[in-house]
């Protein structure tokens, strides 16, 4: 190989490095770290909640919308994507990016678990809120914000399933929760424990909720007890 | 310059000033007929072409929607039949699986604020979403019907002369669908005729139509022959379904009962009557509100009884026929495509 060859090899590798490494230093991004208490949570692995139910998940998926970063400076910013379908299934979608990296230091994040009543009512959507992801229910319009299945001995249900479809855009019983977190930290990771919502079932009980109304209410609420930051 | 690298250079030109053009679909005018309301229907999020009705059209006559590819919306939405299931009382749906209400026939949607006998549905373009997903009507999921369009040649040009590009997408789906079904307006029958000066009632039709505005106007509001409102109409429970209507959706005790008021436009095909079929023809269901037994549910506009002679629910009868619209039944626009 001659001589311009090789320096062009050397000078492009470089200049990829380079690219590359002004990528992850210009943008930021949020990043949801689904758990299950301190340890990232695994599908379909036993777990023992504080209520003392034996479960696995199956399925985790949920909306994460108009999310809003305030800088110490009061400016504020928010990601291009307006309304994120959020699968553990799928590890691209639990990143967010937000903004182009800047000096500035965040003061708080806020954001919606769930899907607005507007998008809820304004007919076929598409991308995240493609009516093809399963996240819209037939009978009763509306966006399913969160959706968590799996299975525990404690369900006296087939196959001792549970299912939490969580969701309603209705007045008295709108299911989006809005919630804030303060980073103290320049990664943004938001930590989904899942071992805080099931804290607050009993599964015996409570083990299939996939209407709106006063059950998915609570269980609403519960589910934004899950968000935190480190 | 030879004259021959000239023609390859304007040939050249010529490919590459067709390959940037935008085709572009050709735009509906979505007509309002005189003195209707505006249309519900927002058509600035859904821009009504005919290449896009077309592509709807095709969707709404195959059966590729259901699981096992053998029901398609015209089977319990047929033409002839004011878009309904003639002669089921309660629908069915894939393996002859029996649904739990009748179906309503498809007419003057873009007028419509919710959809289903209950009202569940708070837009057009999900509406497909129920029959495509019930498990006693086609037992598919958007998602697999969108995996199976993608392979079929035919929809790649549907999709690419609609939107632009052939990108099939659950949205683009349901948006096709919309723009066939606000298109099926039914608004030149012999009573639209009449109310225009085109045409005059026979005495019968003009008895017919008096009584009408006394007795079934409040909720069978003209033009639309709907108030699209939810109302209890004096039918007792069936035991077999114990169906509350719209409480369903509301959770709200006042809503026990209650029902879509569907339109009478067309309703001379649309039989049987009432949302679980239960009545055949519209004599029985005159004879209904001729005389329903009083409960406390009632609503006052029906607790005083018709008392209609004989030869006034004739009339009543021959006043309804004038809502029939030959001219909507029999469009070759609204009919089974062919290719």
């Not at chain 2, 037992?139 to 040649?153: A, F, P, Q």
């Not at chain 2, 000066?197 to 008096?210: D, H, I, P, R, T």
């Not at chain 2, 026929?321 to 469009?331: A, G, Q």
């Amino acid at each position: 190989m001659s001589k311009v060859a090789w320096l062009s090899v050397i000078f492009s590798f470089f200049f990829f490095q380079f690219v590359l490494a002004q990528e992850k230093k210009d943008s930021i991004g949020a990043r949801f770290q689904i758990s299950f208490r301190n340890d990232p949570l695994q599908l379909n692995k036993s777990y023992i909640s504080d209520a003392k139910d034996t479960l696995k998940i199956s399925t985790l998926r949920f909306y994460i919308s108009g999310m809003k970063v305030e800088y110490t400076d009061a400016t504020v910013t928010s990601p291009k994507k307006k309304y994120a379908l959020l699968d553990i299934e799928n590890p691209a979608t639990l990143q967010i990016p937000i903004a182009a990296n800047s000096n500035k230091k965040i003061s708080k994040i806020t954001f919606n678990i769930g899907v607005d009543s507007l998008m809820s009512v304004s007919g076929a959507m598409r991308g995240d809120l493609d009516a093809s992801n399963g996240m819209y229910w037939a009978w009763q319009s509306g966006y399913i914000n969160m959706k968590i299945e799996g299975t525990s001995k404690s369900c006296k249900t087939r196959k001792n399933e549970f299912q939490f479809h969580i969701g309603g855009y209705l007045k008295p019983n709108y299911a989006m929760r809005t919630i804030t977190v303060a980073p103290h930290k320049s990664d943004l990771i938001i930590v989904v424990d899942v071992a805080e919502l099931f804290s607050k079932i009993n599964l015996s009980e409570t083990n299939s909720i996939m209407i709106p109304g006063a059950k998915a209410m609570e269980i609403a609420d519960y589910a934004s007890k899950m968000f935190r930051v480190e | 310059m030879s004259r021959q690298s000239k023609n390859i250079i304007i040939g050249i030109l010529f490919l590459l000033t067709a390959a940037f053009t935008v085709r572009k679909a050709t735009p509906v005018y979505f007509e309002t007929p005189a003195g209707w309301p505006k249309a519900h229907y927002d058509f600035s999020k859904n821009k009504l072409t005919e290449e896009g009705f077309e592509l709807g059209r095709h969707l709404f006559y195959d059966p590729i929607l259901s699981k096992d590819s053998t029901i398609s919306c015209a089977s319990c939405h047929l033409q002839a039949t004011a878009f309904a299931h003639v002669d089921h009382a309660l629908s069915h749906g894939i393996e002859g699986k029996i649904g739990t209400r009748n179906s309503l026939s498809l007419v003057n949607l873009a007028w419509s604020e919710n959809f289903m006998w209950d009202g569940g549905v708070n837009h057009l373009d999900m509406q497909p979403l129920n029959p495509i997903t019930s498990p006693v009507e086609m037992n598919e999921s958007l998602d697999h019907v969108v995996t199976k369009i993608r392979k079929s040649k035919k929809y790649t040009h549907l999709f690419d002369a609609a939107f632009g590009d052939p990108e099939i997408t659950g949205q683009r789906v349901l948006k096709a669908l919309s723009q066939f079904e606000v298109m099926l307006v039914s608004a030149n029958s012999k009573y639209d005729k009449v109310m225009r000066n085109e045409a005059q009632f026979s005495q019968a039709e003009q008895n017919g139509y008096q009584l009408f505005k006394i007795n079934c106007a409040s909720c069978h509001t003209e033009p639309l022959f709907t108030n699209n409102h939810f109302e209890y109409n004096g039918l007792s429970v069936d035991s077999t379904l114990n169906d509350s209507g719209r409480m369903k959706i509301t959770n709200n005790d006042n809503d026990y009962l209650r029902f879509k008021v569907p339109t009478l436009r067309n309703v001379q095909f649309s039989f049987p009557y009432m949302h679980d079929g239960r009545y055949k023809n519209l004599t029985e269901v005159i004879k209904h509100y001729n005389n329903i037994p009083n409960n406390k549910l009632l609503p006052k506009q029906l607790g005083v009884a018709m008392n209609l002679s004989d030869n006034d629910r004739v009339d009543l009868v021959s006043f309804l026929k004038t809502l029939t619209d030959n001219e909507f039944l029999f469009n070759p626009r609204f009919s089974f495509p062919r290719e």
